[in-house]
């Protein structure tokens, strides 16, 4: 049976054991003509069942007992049935494999569930499709009450009240309102056995166990684990972060749900329009609120009387974070936070004033923007220098960056060296650097390992910068240098190593087909760590040569391992928040230099830092000019704040400000 991560896109490719059991479902269906003569004893309950084993589990769901429990640490669901459990308990990620829909990218417990996913979604040829907005439905009944939502009927109406609906769950929900016994709720509490109707659980739970569910970072309180757990993660060390699989799109969450929800309206334009006024919306219940508030109602929103007061904010008093610490899951200090806050109300004015050529700006604007940063982070190649040759003057300014008080530091994604061999290389070409000044994805990958307390082997394909980066942490590793062929097929001589928890893909000019086969093999096991170092298409090279870098190979094997690296370098979380733990920046008075604007300016501006790029490496000003005029958030947060063709340029204006001073 396939591994983590493993793609199924038509129904035919599921194994063997599993079409087995879906035809034997099929095989047992007619079993539902049989009469059911074991019936629910429960006055107005109308339900029966073929087996006396059915009716004791349904008469749990009135007497609120949920004997099988998740014995998982702090997991306290509790279910009817044991395979409700046995469902749940293959969503623990540390025991089950996963399988990825290709289609919309979610992922699922079990084969079964995806082929049914799978068939009802991607893949079912009874789908109806409304002409009007192109939904489709798998449903029948639903397909009727859409057609009935946009044509204004309605298809139920309660006998009682006469309230009418479009939707028959809500008109069930409402019918509970007229039941004499509505439906119970067990309160989930390990020593609570009180049963409630959902309102009163709400308020039972917040009142009599607030500290069960009860986030100790906020103070919000939840109405069970599940939804707890979820929000806990927003609070993590290492938040997991889900980023859009599309080509050239740098969005990303924090939850998957709004990766869908971006997929779906960004990449598959899947909208929904208003028949009224055509105005397209996210989502269904988006559409509904807007035909309720605007097209149906005609209640004017009142204004608070005079001398009344206004309803108080449910986060009033808390702190508000800004979106690169939510997304990126920096703990900033509060006086960052407001900084961080205020750039982004002003990044509007900031993006039209993008993309600023140094030379354009007058003494006084040059002054303003020299005096408007302390700290200086610089990429390195194609920045500084290409391979061995310094770009002209660069290091003159730099060097002067540091007579003028500013602090630098050197961040590069490349992979090839150790910190000290970095610092070697800046002294031949005349940088001034230390250790403590270089920041490279080999140290990052090794100290990102060493952070989780990682005590197993490492699958490195890569260079001796990376490994000795893992030597000096005392981390052991295999597989650095040549792999070829050897006559015989890679499967029948590879042996794999048990000890390997972990693989680490950066650059590597020995990069072979052994060594693709090798990593995806060991990435089968989704308890190994998947850890790229960067994702640069390609190195900064003199001519007209191309030259693939890092980023072709980590996709490469993200491609055979169907699974995502964890990306050390620009523009990713991880090196944001070594950033600032290690340096203490403050992002409004620190200045980002790149010469790649999907790392470099991306990284910039998602930490809030000033960003300069210059045109001696990768990115072109034709392809700057093509994002600044773009309507694609996606395309114009490449957009750098000022730009130069080398970092000379800045030598002149830099003495001229000395001067000044």
């Known amino acids: 049976m396939k591994s983590m991560g493993q793609n199924i896109d038509e129904p035919n490719e599921l194994p063997f054991e599993v079409k087995t059991l879906l035809d034997t479902e099929e095989d047992t269906k007619d079993v539902n003509n049989v009469q059911k003569k074991y019936k629910c004893t429960v006055p107005g309950c109308k339900y029966a069942f073929l087996r006396p084993s059915k009716l004791t589990t349904h008469m749990r769901n009135h007497t609120g007992e949920r004997p099988y429990r998740c014995t998982y640490p702090n997991c306290d669901k509790t279910y009817t049935n044991s395979s409700h459990l046995k469902r749940h308990c293959e969503t623990h990620d540390d025991i089950k494999q996963r399988y990825k829909c290709t289609k919309c990218f979610m992922l699922i417990s079990n084969p079964h569930n995806l082929r049914r996913h799978y068939e009802r979604w991607h893949h079912n040829k009874k789908q109806l499709t409304c002409e009007k907005?192109?939904?489709?439905?798998?449903?029948?009944?639903?397909?009727?009450?859409?057609?009935?939502?946009?044509?204004?009927?309605?298809?139920?109406?309660?006998?009682?009240?006469?309230?009418?609906?479009?939707?028959?769950?809500?008109?069930?929900?409402?019918?509970?309102?007229?039941?004499?016994?509505?439906?119970?709720?067990?309160?989930?509490?390990?020593?609570?056995?009180?049963?409630?109707?959902?309102?009163?659980?709400?308020?039972?739970?917040?009142?009599?166990?607030?500290?069960?569910?009860?986030?100790?970072?906020?103070?919000?309180?939840?109405?069970?684990?599940?939804?707890?757990?979820?929000?806990?993660?927003?609070?993590?060390?290492?938040?997991?972060?889900?980023?859009?699989?599309?080509?050239?799109?740098?969005?990303?969450?924090?939850?998957?749900?709004?990766?869908?929800?971006?997929?779906?309206?960004?990449?598959?334009?899947?909208l929904y329009q208003c028949d009224i006024c055509n105005m397209k919306l996210c989502s269904r219940q988006k559409l509904i609120q807007h035909i309720n508030n605007i097209h149906v109602s005609n209640k004017k929103k009142k204004s608070p009387a005079k001398g009344s007061e206004r309803k108080r904010r449910k986060d009033a008093g808390e702190p508000k974070k800004s979106a690169v610490s939510r997304l990126s899951g920096l703990d900033l200090p509060r006086t960052l936070e407001k900084s961080l806050l205020q750039r982004e109300t002003t990044r509007k004015l900031a993006d039209r004033m993008a993309a600023r050529s140094i030379k354009s700006l007058t003494s006084e604007s040059l002054a303003k923007f020299f005096n408007s940063f302390d700290t200086v982070l610089t990429d390195c190649d194609g920045v500084l220098w290409l391979q061995m040759n310094p770009i002209p003057k660069s290091a003159d300014v730099m060097n002067l960056f540091r007579n003028l008080g500013k602090k630098v530091f050197y961040i590069t994604n490349n992979s090839t060296k150790t910190r000290e061999e970095f610092v070697e290389k800046c002294k031949v070409l005349n940088f001034e650097a230390s250790v403590d000044d270089i920041l490279c994805t080999s140290n990052l990958a090794a100290c990102y390992l060493q952070d989780l307390g990682f005590k197993k082997k490492v699958y490195v394909i890569g260079s001796t910068g990376i490994t000795k980066e893992l030597d000096r942490v005392g981390i052991p590793h295999i597989g650095s240098g040549p792999d070829t062929f050897t006559g015989d097929h890679v499967y029948k001589t590879f042996q794999k190593d048990e000890q390997v928890g972990a693989v680490i893909v950066g650059f590597d000019e020995h990069f072979s087909y052994p060594k693709m086969v090798k990593a995806a093999t060991y990435l089968n096991d989704k308890n190994i760590h998947f850890i790229g170092t960067n994702t640069d298409e390609r190195f900064p090279v003199p001519g007209s040569l191309v030259i693939p870098g890092t980023g072709s190979l980590?996709?490469?094997?993200?491609?055979?391992?169907?699974?995502?690296?964890?990306?050390?370098?620009?523009?990713?979380?991880?090196?944001?928040?070594?950033?600032?733990?290690?340096?203490?920046?403050?992002?409004?008075?620190?200045?980002?230099?790149?010469?790649?604007?999907?790392?470099?300016?991306?990284?910039?501006?998602?930490?809030?830092?000033?960003?300069?790029?210059?045109?001696?490496?990768?990115?072109?000003?034709?392809?700057?000019?093509?994002?600044?005029?773009?309507?694609?958030?996606?395309?114009?947060?490449?957009?750098?704040?000022?730009?130069?063709?080398?970092?000379?340029?800045l030598l002149p204006y830099l003495r001229s400000f000395q001067a000044a001073m």
């Open 133 to 270: 907005c192109n939904v489709s439905f798998t449903s029948e009944r639903q397909f009727k009450e859409h057609i009935a939502f946009h044509e204004g009927n309605a298809l139920y109406m309660c006998n009682i009240c006469k309230k009418q609906y479009n939707v028959y769950n809500r008109f069930r929900r409402h019918l509970r309102n007229h039941a004499s016994s509505p439906k119970k709720y067990a309160c989930p509490a390990a020593e609570c056995s009180e049963i409630f109707e959902m309102s009163s659980l709400r308020t039972h739970i917040g009142s009599q166990h607030p500290e069960d569910y009860k986030c100790k970072h906020c103070g919000k309180v939840f109405l069970n684990s599940s939804m707890f757990q979820k929000h806990a993660a927003v609070h993590s060390e290492t938040p997991l972060v889900f980023t859009c699989p599309y080509e050239n799109c740098s969005r990303f969450y924090n939850f998957m749900r709004n990766l869908r929800q971006h997929i779906r309206t960004k990449h598959e334009d899947k």
């Open 554 to 649: 980590v996709r490469s094997i993200e491609t055979c391992a169907e699974r995502k690296a964890t990306i050390m370098g620009k523009p990713e979380p991880y090196v944001a928040q070594v950033v600032t733990k290690r340096y203490g920046v403050d992002p409004k008075r620190t200045l980002m230099i790149g010469d790649r604007c999907n790392t470099d300016i991306l990284f910039g501006r998602r930490c809030g830092f000033k960003t300069l790029l210059v045109l001696s490496g990768v990115t072109t000003l034709d392809e700057v000019e093509k994002w600044k005029k773009s309507h694609l958030k996606e395309e114009s947060n490449l957009v750098p704040e000022y730009y130069t063709e080398t970092l000379g340029d």
